[in-house]
């Protein structure tokens, strides 16, 4: 299929030899098409975020848990003075 494509710097129209398919070429999106796609958008981000927001979560309950556990036990195993 003959295409032309114009070159938005360049004042001429090129004609480009493409193998297109024509039901592939694309379309103006409806209103409804527009919508649909920016929800789905918003969808995959706030899931996205979410999952982040998750890992780092579990990040920081890995090292308070560490710290605790480092507090207890130094409180606990006191070290032994050995009278020479």
Request: glycine share 0%; proline share 4%; charged share 50%.
């Amino acid at each position: 299929m003959l295409v032309e494509r114009r070159s938005p710097r360049k004042e001429r129209t090129r004609r480009v030899l493409m193998l297109v398919n024509p039901l592939n070429l694309k379309r103006k999106l409806s209103k409804e098409e527009r919508k649909a796609k920016r929800a789905r958008q918003a969808e995959r981000r706030a899931k996205r975020t979410t999952e982040e927001a998750a890992d780092v979560d579990d990040d920081v309950l890995e090292e308070a848990e560490e710290t605790i556990l480092e507090e207890v036990i130094s409180s606990v195993v006191r070290p032994t003075v050995d009278d020479n």
